[in-house]
């Protein structure tokens, strides 16, 4: 089983929809998770992170932890084509972040 | 935001010759950097850890006499690619962890294309 997991996609929605993204994790006692995006040819960018259960909101993202499902989500409102990139979930564990393959989203016109 | 800078921002070298990177944290301190090195299409492959003033840590599979790292500052970490070839081109990235909440940042990533 691979220590975090994601749907590779593509998921495609239409602008101004609500994309979501999941991440599943192996380790239970992880306690740091992040949400990077990284556009074609570009380093990763850093979205969001999350510590607690629930929900945190910055603008636009929404990034839900679910420790007891081990689960990890990151919603994206009103979707523009700008936001078309590959998202990496990374889990931090025993001093480095462990990365997801990534979920590439296309927000088509 | 916290910053990474990296330089240079692509190179291009003949085969056998060694290419240094640099990566600097320009606005936070970072004990520990890591070093990526990512192929198209490919996931992100860490292949080091660098702590200030200490040996990198080579992940399995990676070359420590081939890619040399140094760690000498709070703020800069090098990389050097020694005795290049042309299957060591690649998009090479460094990241940098925060101190103060262990958020880790990355640079703008390095090109290297060896001839």
């Known amino acids: 089983q691979k220590e975090v997991e994601q749907n590779s996609g593509p998921l495609s929605v239409p602008e101004g929809a609500i994309a979501s993204l999941n991440c599943t994790y192996s380790?239970?006692?992880?306690?740091?998770f992040f949400w990077y995006r990284q556009y074609s040819g570009k380093s990763p960018e850093l979205i969001m992170s999350i510590y607690s259960n629930g929900d945190k909101e910055d603008g636009r993202f929404t990034a839900q932890l679910n420790k007891a499902s081990q689960y990890v989500s990151l919603l994206i409102r009103d979707s523009q084509p700008s936001d078309s990139a590959t998202y990496l979930c990374?889990?931090?564990?025993?001093?480095?972040?462990?990365f997801g393959t990534g979920t590439r989203l296309q927000v088509f016109p | 935001g916290a910053v990474v800078s990296q330089h240079p921002s692509w190179v291009i070298c003949k085969s056998g010759t060694s290419v240094k990177i640099e990566c600097r944290s320009l606005d936070f301190q970072a004990t520990t950097m890591f070093w990526y090195r990512q192929f198209p299409k490919q996931s992100l492959m860490l292949m080091a850890t660098?702590?200030?003033?200490?040996?990198?840590?080579?992940e399995q599979g990676v070359e420590k006499d081939k890619f040399l790292i140094n760690h000498a500052s709070l703020t800069l970490s090098t990389l050097t690619v020694t005795s290049a070839h042309p299957e060591d081109s690649s998009f090479y990235i460094c990241?940098?962890?925060?101190?103060?909440?262990?958020?880790?940042?990355f640079g703008p990533g390095t090109r290297l294309t060896v001839l």
């Open positions: 990374a889990v931090y564990n025993t001093d480095k972040l462990i």
């Open positions: 660098s702590n200030e003033g200490s040996k990198a840590t080579y």
């Open positions: 990241s940098a962890r925060r101190t103060s909440d262990d958020t880790q940042y």
């Open positions: 380790d239970r006692g992880s306690q740091s």
